[in-house]
C-alpha cells in the first residue's frame, strides 16, 4: 500500500471558509472521479480556524491549510493516475492554492 499525503495552502483570494468549500464540495468529487479505479481511500483534513484553546500550541502560524490523504495499492497504480500528462484537476488545484507538497509515507499502526 502506498499512502501519500498532500499538504496544501490555499490561493491569497481564497478565505479559509471558501479554500475548504473548493476543497470539500468540489474538488474532492473531481478527484474521486479523475483517479478511479485507482485511489483505495481519500481523506482530506482541513486546518480549524481557531486552536488556541488546546494545550501545546507551538509558536507561529502553520504553513499549511490542510492535507490530503490518499492510499494507492500498489505504485504502478499511483503512477497510472500522476505519471499522465491529461490531468484535469492540476489546473483546479494550481487556481486555488498557493503552495502544495507531497510526502510519501509508511503507516506504522502503534498498539494502544
Known sequence: MIKVMWFLRRAPHLSRAE??????????????????PYLRR?????????DSGLAGK????PE??????QWFAT????NAVYGRADRPTRADTLAHTS???????REYEQPL
Do not use: M
Open 64 to 69: 499549511w491549510d490542510g492535507i490530503a490523504e
Open 19 to 36: 479554500f475548504a468549500d473548493w476543497w470539500l464540495n468540489r474538488h474532492a468529487k473531481d478527484i474521486a472521479a479523475d483517479q478511479a
Open 99 to 105: 503552495a502544495f507538497q507531497r510526502l510519501v509515507v
Open 75 to 78: 505504485e504502478a497504480d499511483y
Open 42 to 50: 481519500y481523506v482530506i483534513d482541513v486546518a480549524v480556524e481557531d
Open 58 to 61: 507551538p509558536a507561529g502560524t
